[in-house]
């Protein structure tokens, strides 16, 4: 058990629907990250945010945003679902060692989106 | 980060040692090779990392050649648990560093 914990585990809707998925980082961790791993893709990474604030963005869609609350738990909003947004989406989170430390990222269970 | 290339795929049986290749030709003095791996469809897990120095843990030693050109992890007793995709990431430390993964390399652990 990582201490990541992402709510839910599964999800099924359909095409042009709007889900969010949750994300709790493990205590005292103040990065957190959203990776998409589909079939095709790879683990690909989404998104950063650290202390609430937007850090680094990869390929990231533009029907797609995130935020990171006060409490440090982080929200993936995914709008007008298409096919291809079906897929494993995972958040990690990493440690205030941030001066010289590890770079070890802590994975949730992820959730497994599919679009219908 | 420096790109970084790794066998598809590999095999090993149960109880020897396991050693995974990586090439990271440019990777940059402040860069850190990382690994991680991914068992079926979960989270993946951190290995191990390091700048130069070869390193060890519970799980697994890294061994960085001197150019650091390329690395290779090592499993020394594989289990069938140990099964699972394998990557090799150089990136920079720190707490605030994205990933970027690979293809990996898939390692098959058999009896």
């Known amino acids: 058990d990582s201490g990541v914990t992402q709510t839910p585990k599964h999800l099924i809707t359909a095409t042009g629907q709007r889900v969010t998925l949750r994300c709790s980082p493990r205590?005292?961790?103040?990065?957190v990250y959203w990776y998409q791993q589909s079939l095709d893709q790879g683990l690909q990474f989404l998104i950063q945010?650290?202390?609430?604030?937007?850090?680094a963005k990869g390929n990231i869609l533009e029907r797609f945003s995130a935020q990171q609350f006060p409490d440090l738990h982080s929200e993936l909003n995914l709008s007008s679902l298409e096919l291809g947004d079906s897929a494993l989406y995972f958040c990690?989170?990493?440690?205030?060692?941030?001066?010289?430390?590890?770079?070890?990222?802590?994975f949730g269970p992820g959730t497994r989106l599919t679009v219908l | 980060d420096a790109k970084t290339t790794q066998p598809p795929s590999m095999d090993c049986a149960e109880g020897r040692a396991a050693n995974l290749p990586c090439n990271h030709s440019t990777i940059s003095g402040n860069e850190y090779v990382y690994w991680y791996r991914q068992i079926h469809s979960q989270g993946p897990q951190y290995i191990i990392h390091?700048?130069?120095n070869n390193e060890t843990n519970e799980m697994a030693s890294l061994i960085i050649t001197e150019d650091r050109k390329s690395s290779t992890l090592i499993l020394p007793h594989a289990t069938l648990r140990d099964t699972a995709v394998y990557y090799c990431i150089a990136t920079l430390s720190g707490g605030y560093n994205k990933l970027i993964f690979g293809a990996g390399t898939r390692l098959a652990v058999h009896p």
């Open positions: 205590s005292g961790d103040l990065s």
């Open positions: 945010y650290y202390n609430g604030e937007e850090r």
């Open positions: 390091g700048l130069k």
């Open positions: 990690a989170s990493s440690g205030p060692q941030w001066a010289s430390g590890s770079n070890e990222q802590f």
